[in-house]
């Protein structure tokens, strides 16, 4: 399980780093080429999720295998091991007409928390 350390494990862990791979019986709920619409969220407490991604389309590009959610850890909630995802956003989808090349490519590694299949 992971867990929080003390500010004198700082130094070590920077040196040899961590390992957030985790372990789950579910099963992945998307597969490459899916449509996904991030989750529109605004908590108050911790996530990962971007707020600039929040509500918008995206397609996943590859599975990476299950690891821990951080915003589990940082509310003592254990693990919670679950899929995270290489999902593709065009810059028009998350800029509107701001994005300077509307076309280009944000790649983005989401937990299945963060995204739900487009039209749900």
Request: proline share 7%.
């Amino acid at each position: 399980m992971v867990s929080k350390f003390p500010l004198d494990g700082v130094d070590e862990l920077i040196r040899t780093g961590a390992n957030y791979h985790s372990t789950t019986d579910a099963t992945p709920r998307f597969k490459d080429g899916d449509l996904v619409r991030a989750v529109n969220i605004n908590p108050t407490t911790h996530t990962r999720l971007p707020a600039y991604a929040r509500g918008k389309l995206g397609k996943i590009v590859k599975n990476y295998g299950v690891y821990v959610l951080p915003d589990a850890v940082a509310h003592d909630l254990g693990e919670k091991g679950q899929f995270m995802y290489n999902v593709e956003f065009e810059a028009g989808e998350l800029w509107g007409d701001d994005a300077p090349h509307p076309a280009d490519k944000v790649y983005l590694s989401m937990f299945e928390d963060y995204i739900a299949p487009e039209g749900v």
